[in-house]
């Protein structure tokens, strides 16, 4: 049947435990068109997406494909369907060759048992050259581009039947080069009648690549445009929304000196490209500086050089005067800076530990809790008794049950607790409320100024725009490995900051 | 739901792993056309019957234990060591060296046996652990390298004019000050013959027909230790810490290279310490040309699984296992069974232990999945 829509998503809903991921969600993709899904992290996007391809089942609702009903319970189902998903982690065998990745898992036979190398290799040249595919069939994964392994994801899905294709966050990764290379590649995929569905939060690709966009908020749909009728300012504010802020108590307070400082520093990631590109900045006493920012704009390779986890390439980083730059994560917290990693699981705590063990985590080799190497067990537990009290760390009584049993926002007060009763210089928090509810970001943001009013330094790395704008006194946004614009908070509002990140440039606003 | 709780304990898995193994082990004998309870009950006479079989079972656990211990520290921070075959062959032999060459009073000579063996097979490990933080090489691959190689170097020393004892394929022995076998200058003394001769205590017997030695109470000494490291002390913290998470450790500003070394030094020295023992207390105090491994590093790692991966627990499952190795030689001697049907049993118990979580997992399924699809699924025939 040749409907009029590729995709109809009606109703969706879909519940985490107690936690509303999507509330009847609409989606309406045309058939022949790209089309966006806009929204923050979090808001539910991929778990949208995710359903349409089969990993997970909604709670209610119905999805349409090409106008007629479909139950999609498995991948499998989304494949015989001709959906195909590339998603934002590759999924690539990397010692195997480009032709090999592409066939796994549907290899077509001579007889059966020999793969038919000639015949896949036709059909995949073909497909190529249809959609200007410049693609290498025999190199290995391991030694190609980010942008190539993901041509292959999308030439998997192309050789699987794929006439609807999604792409989670495809540029995420990707060098404005290989962006530009995307979109026309996405364009001519079009032009042969296939239909795209890009989850993103890019607002200058949307522009660039889209027909329509859908825009969702908090698991709600909040609009859905043409992109030929709106700008991007106003797919910023649709994002961003709410006008309405949850303001935190934040007292009018002289900054003090600058103590902590970040000169010229420029910083690779491990395939060798610019991540954090020439970046100068310094932090007061007393002052909460933000860094906005789309999610691998450089923010990762930012915090990693700053607490030695990578090597600088160039520059220097300061704290109360002493170099630290390429030291140590244990020279760090000597010199007065704390962490809220971004990743509590993998970088906060160590979850086979109780919480009273996390609770010591850096200074556990430091009296009262050890003298001469043997642990003080009962100090310890005191420690994490007092902690868990003062931050309400729930369950009640939590000292010896593991860290991992701890729910989501638990886990995150223990690492707070932890860092504040350090009691920093400099506080360093990483995405601090990422996953959270409402009631848990409200305490990690009371904490967080909290710290500041007592006039320590606080450098706040997030990708959730209205957390820096709500916390921040200065914002900083970066963009491609540089600061865009640093700006006093009274001066940001979510459409100029929301440009700023999308690559915009800043004198647009109007 | 009660149930429940009690398969999600450790110590209920490795108890129903073991019956599993015995079944299993009676399964084949019975297939094999054997009465398995006569087989088993062989066993156990073969290890309770008589003082001596009990004391051969504990002195042959000493070296198992040891290895399993061993095996537990790489594991706790993380490591696998496979490497126990070749650091218990560095401990044997350094103890001979140290042991053959040296001459100093009775006692302090132990000591400084078993001491130079634990650095020595401790560097050994230490090596390991740089070749795996400085040049990324897994632990596994250089164990199982270093185990061959220590194996050739072992026996290529012993064949040198400097080790060889003249007439024989073996090194020369440890000298008497260096052994760690109970009363032994009183049992080999005339009046201590003679006594033992004339008594009829079991004490006696074991002291006569056995090389009862110290060994097991410095491997009980050990795996205390080593429970106090990781229990009470900053080091042990750090190691656990480690081998949990490392990402977490390191940004805490924990080193996990010089952790990762460390414990691979200490997991060797321990298995070291296992050759060392028992070339001062076992006859016939010397090491011999070996075609292959004698395998008490591998027994360690079944003995570490079958104890829970815990130091204590090692002293029990090593026991256990020594019971089963020894035992074995009855059933083949009294039913006519081959001895190897106790192999089976042990790779059948450790089989279950590795799949116990698999236990776990099902008694903490929930029946939500497939629920929100079934749902769907009613409502739209509904």
Same mark, same amino acid.
């Given at each position: 049947?040749?409907?009029?829509?590729?995709?109809?998503?009606?109703?969706?809903?879909?519940?985490?435990?107690?936690?509303?991921?999507?509330?009847?969600?609409?989606?309406?993709?045309?058939?022949?068109?790209?089309?966006?899904?806009?929204?923050?992290?979090?808001?539910?996007?991929?778990?949208?997406?995710?359903?349409?391809?089969?990993?997970?089942?909604?709670?209610?609702?119905?999805?349409?494909?090409?106008?007629?009903?479909?139950?999609?319970?498995?991948?499998?189902?989304?494949?015989?369907?001709?959906?195909?998903?590339?998603?934002?982690?590759?999924?690539?065998?990397?010692?195997?060759?480009?032709?090999?990745?592409?066939?796994?898992?549907?290899?077509?036979?001579?007889?059966?048992?020999?793969?038919?190398?000639?015949?896949?290799?036709?059909?995949?040249?073909?497909?190529?050259?249809?959609?200007?595919?410049?693609?290498?069939?025999?190199?290995?994964?391991?030694?190609?581009?980010?942008?190539?392994?993901?041509?292959? *994801? &999308? /030439? @998997?899905?192309?050789?699987?039947?794929?006439? $609807?294709?999604?792409?989670?966050?495809?540029? %995420? +990764?990707?060098?404005?080069?290989?962006?530009?290379?995307?979109?026309?590649?996405?364009?001519?995929?079009?032009?042969?009648?296939?239909?795209?569905?890009?989850?993103?939060?890019?607002?200058? *690709? &949307? /522009? @660039?690549?889209?027909?329509?966009?859908?825009? $969702?908020?908090?698991?709600?749909?909040?609009? %859905? +445009?043409?992109?030929?009728?709106?700008?991007?300012?106003?797919?910023?504010?649709?994002?961003?929304?709410?006008?309405?802020?949850?303001?935190?108590?934040?007292?009018?307070?002289?900054?003090? *000196?600058?103590?902590?400082?970040?000169?010229?520093?420029?910083?690779?990631?491990?395939?060798?490209?610019?991540?954090?590109?020439?970046?100068?900045?310094?932090?007061?006493?007393?002052?909460?500086?933000?860094?906005?920012?789309?999610?691998?704009?450089?923010?990762?390779?930012?915090?990693?050089?700053?607490?030695?986890?990578?090597?600088?390439?160039?520059?220097?980083?300061?704290?109360?005067?002493?170099?630290?730059?390429?030291?140590?994560?244990?020279?760090?917290?000597?010199?007065?800076?704390?962490?809220?990693?971004?990743?509590?699981?993998?970088?906060?705590?160590?979850?086979?530990?109780?919480?009273?063990?996390?609770?010591?985590?850096?200074?556990?080799?430091?009296?009262?809790?050890?003298?001469?190497?043997?642990?003080?067990?009962?100090?310890?537990?005191?420690?994490?008794?007092?902690?868990?009290?003062?931050?309400?760390?729930?369950?009640?009584?939590?000292?010896?049950?593991?860290?991992?049993?701890?729910?989501?926002?638990?886990?995150?007060?223990?690492?707070?607790?932890?860092?504040?009763?350090?009691?920093?210089?400099?506080?360093?928090?990483?995405?601090?409320?990422?996953?959270?509810?409402?009631?848990?970001?409200?305490?990690?943001?009371?904490?967080?100024?909290?710290?500041?009013?007592?006039?320590?330094?606080?450098?706040?790395?997030?990708?959730?725009?209205?957390?820096?704008?709500?916390?921040?006194?200065?914002?900083?946004?970066?963009?491609?490995?540089?600061?865009?614009?640093?700006?006093?908070?009274?001066?940001?509002?979510?459409?100029?900051?929301?440009?700023?990140?999308?690559?915009?440039?800043?004198?647009?606003?109007? | 739901?009660?149930?429940?709780?009690?398969?999600?304990?450790?110590?209920?898995?490795?108890?129903?792993?073991?019956?599993?193994?015995?079944?299993?082990?009676?399964?084949?004998?019975?297939?094999?056309?054997?009465?398995?309870?006569?087989?088993?009950?062989?066993?156990?006479?073969?290890?309770?019957?008589?003082?001596?079989?009990?004391?051969?079972?504990?002195?042959?656990?000493?070296?198992?234990?040891?290895?399993?211990?061993?095996?537990?520290?790489?594991?706790?921070?993380?490591?696998?060591?496979?490497?126990?075959?070749?650091?218990?062959?560095?401990?044997?032999?350094?103890?001979?060296?140290?042991?053959?060459?040296?001459?100093?009073?009775?006692?302090?000579?132990?000591?400084?046996?078993?001491?130079?063996?634990?650095?020595?097979?401790?560097?050994?490990?230490?090596?390991?652990?740089?070749?795996?933080?400085?040049?990324?090489?897994?632990?596994?691959?250089?164990?199982?390298?270093?185990?061959?190689?220590?194996?050739?170097?072992?026996?290529?020393?012993?064949?040198?004019?400097?080790?060889?004892?003249?007439?024989?394929?073996?090194?020369?022995?440890?000298?008497?000050?260096?052994?760690?076998?109970?009363?032994?200058?009183?049992?080999?003394?005339?009046?201590?013959?003679?006594?033992?001769?004339?008594?009829?205590?079991?004490?006696?017997?074991?002291?006569?027909?056995t090389d009862f030695n110290y060994g097991i109470l410095v491997a009980v000494l050990i795996a205390v230790g080593v429970y106090f490291l990781y229990k009470n002390t900053t080091k042990g913290y750090e190691l656990r810490a480690v081998g949990i998470n490392q990402h977490a450790s390191q940004l805490a500003g924990i080193s996990v290279n010089k952790n990762v070394?460390?414990?691979?030094?200490?997991?060797?020295?321990?298995?070291?310490?296992?050759?060392?023992?028992?070339?001062?207390?076992?006859?016939?105090?010397?090491?011999?040309?070996?075609?292959?491994?004698?395998?008490?590093?591998?027994?360690?790692?079944?003995?570490?699984?079958?104890?829970?991966?815990?130091?204590?627990?090692?002293?029990?499952?090593?026991?256990?296992?020594?019971?089963?190795?020894?035992?074995?030689?009855?059933?083949?001697?009294?039913?006519?069974?081959?001895?190897?049907?106790?192999?089976?049993?042990?790779?059948?118990?450790?089989?279950?232990?590795?799949?116990?979580?698999?236990?776990?997992?099902?008694?903490?399924?929930?029946?939500?999945?497939?629920?929100?699809?079934?749902?769907?699924?009613?409502?739209?025939?509904?």
């Amino acid at each position: 049947m040749n409907a009029e829509f590729a995709v109809k998503m009606q109703g969706i809903t879909k519940y985490f435990g107690d936690f509303c991921a999507l509330k009847e969600v609409e989606l309406a993709v045309r058939a022949g068109t790209i089309h966006s899904i806009l929204g923050e992290n979090g808001a539910g996007k991929t778990t949208l997406m995710n359903i349409l391809y089969g990993f997970y089942t909604c709670d209610s609702g119905k999805i349409f494909v090409h106008g007629s009903e479909q139950e999609i319970s498995t991948p499998k189902d989304a494949i015989n369907l001709g959906i195909g998903m590339v998603h934002q982690h590759f999924m690539l065998v990397e010692p195997y060759t480009v032709l090999q990745n592409i066939i796994l898992g549907d290899e077509t036979t001579k007889i059966p048992g020999i793969i038919d190398y000639k015949k896949a290799r036709r059909k995949i040249e073909g497909l190529a050259q249809a959609y200007h595919f410049n693609i290498d069939l025999d190199a290995k994964i391991q030694d190609i581009t980010v942008g190539m392994q993901q041509r292959v *994801e &999308i /030439m @998997k899905a192309l050789y699987r039947g794929a006439e $609807i294709l999604i792409l989670d966050e495809p540029t %995420s +990764v990707l060098t404005p080069q290989e962006i530009d290379e995307l979109i026309d590649i996405m364009h001519s995929m079009v032009k042969n009648g296939k239909t795209i569905v890009i989850i993103t939060h890019k607002l200058a *690709e &949307i /522009m @660039k690549s889209s027909d329509e966009c859908t825009v $969702i908020r908090k698991g709600k749909n909040v609009a %859905s +445009v043409k992109i030929e009728d709106t700008s991007e300012n106003e797919l910023a504010e649709l994002m961003v929304g709410r006008k309405v802020h949850f303001t935190v108590e934040k007292e009018n307070r002289k900054t003090g *000196e600058v103590i902590f400082s970040v000169d010229r520093l420029t910083v690779e990631d491990d395939r060798g490209i610019t991540k954090v590109n020439d970046i100068s900045f310094g932090i007061r006493a007393g002052e909460i500086f933000g860094i906005a920012g789309v999610d691998g704009n450089g923010q990762q390779e930012l915090f990693e050089a700053i607490a030695s986890l990578r090597k600088a390439k160039t520059g220097s980083i300061h704290m109360k005067g002493v170099n630290i730059t390429n030291t140590s994560p244990r020279e760090m917290f000597e010199n007065g800076i704390c962490v809220i990693p971004e990743d509590r699981q993998k970088s906060g705590l160590v979850l086979e530990f109780t919480v009273a063990e996390n609770m010591v985590l850096e200074k556990i080799g430091r009296a009262p809790f050890s003298r001469h190497g043997l642990l003080d067990l009962k100090k310890i537990r005191k420690n994490a008794t007092d902690l868990i009290r003062e931050y309400d760390v729930r369950p009640e009584h939590c000292e010896d049950t593991r860290a991992g049993a701890l729910s989501g926002g638990n886990q995150q007060k223990a690492i707070i607790a932890r860092a504040i009763s350090n009691d920093p210089d400099l506080l360093i928090a990483v995405q601090p409320t990422r996953g959270l509810d409402v009631g848990a970001i409200e305490f990690v943001h009371k904490a967080i100024v909290g710290q500041r009013n007592q006039g320590k330094a606080i450098l706040l790395i997030s990708l959730e725009l209205e957390e820096v704008l709500k916390l921040s006194d200065r914002i900083a946004v970066l963009y491609n490995g540089k600061f865009a614009d640093i700006l006093d908070a009274k001066d940001a509002d979510e459409n100029r900051i929301g440009l700023l990140m999308a690559g915009g440039k800043n004198d647009e606003n109007a | 739901m009660k149930m429940r709780e009690l398969i999600k304990k450790p110590a209920t898995g490795i108890l129903l792993a073991i019956l599993i193994g015995f079944v299993a082990g009676a399964v084949v004998l019975a297939v094999a056309g054997f009465n398995p309870l006569e087989a088993y009950g062989a066993l156990f006479r073969g290890v309770f019957s008589k003082p001596k079989y009990i004391a051969q079972v504990i002195i042959k656990s000493t070296p198992i234990i040891l290895t399993g211990i061993s095996f537990v520290v790489a594991f706790k921070s993380g490591l696998f060591n496979i490497g126990g075959e070749g650091q218990y062959i560095m401990g044997a032999l350094t103890a001979v060296i140290v042991g053959g060459k040296l001459e100093l009073p009775p006692g302090l000579h132990f000591v400084v046996v078993i001491i130079m063996a634990m650095i020595m097979s401790g560097l050994l490990g230490a090596f390991v652990g740089v070749l795996k933080t400085r040049f990324g090489v897994h632990e596994v691959i250089s164990c199982v390298m270093l185990n061959w190689i220590m194996l050739y170097l072992s026996n290529f020393l012993i064949t040198t004019e400097w080790l060889k004892k003249p007439g024989t394929e073996a090194s020369i022995e440890a000298n008497t000050s260096a052994w760690s076998v109970v009363l032994n200058s009183w049992k080999t003394s005339d009046a201590g013959m003679e006594q033992l001769a004339n008594s009829n205590s079991p004490m006696a017997e074991v002291l006569l027909k056995t090389d009862f030695n110290y060994g097991i109470l410095v491997a009980v000494l050990i795996a205390v230790g080593v429970y106090f490291l990781y229990k009470n002390t900053t080091k042990g913290y750090e190691l656990r810490a480690v081998g949990i998470n490392q990402h977490a450790s390191q940004l805490a500003g924990i080193s996990v290279n010089k952790n990762v070394i460390l414990s691979m030094a200490i997991s060797a020295a321990i298995a070291g310490l296992a050759g060392a023992l028992t070339i001062t207390g076992v006859m016939p105090h010397r090491v011999t040309q070996l075609a292959t491994h004698e395998g008490y590093g591998f027994a360690g790692i079944s003995v570490a699984l079958i104890g829970g991966c815990s130091p204590i627990g090692s002293i029990f499952s090593g026991l256990f296992y020594s019971m089963l190795t020894y035992g074995s030689a009855s059933i083949q001697s009294e039913v006519g069974a081959a001895s190897e049907i106790m192999d089976i049993v042990i790779g059948v118990i450790i089989y279950m232990i590795a799949i116990s979580s698999l236990f776990i997992m099902l008694a903490n399924r929930k029946k939500t999945a497939g629920c929100a699809a079934g749902k769907r699924k009613a409502e739209k025939h509904g």
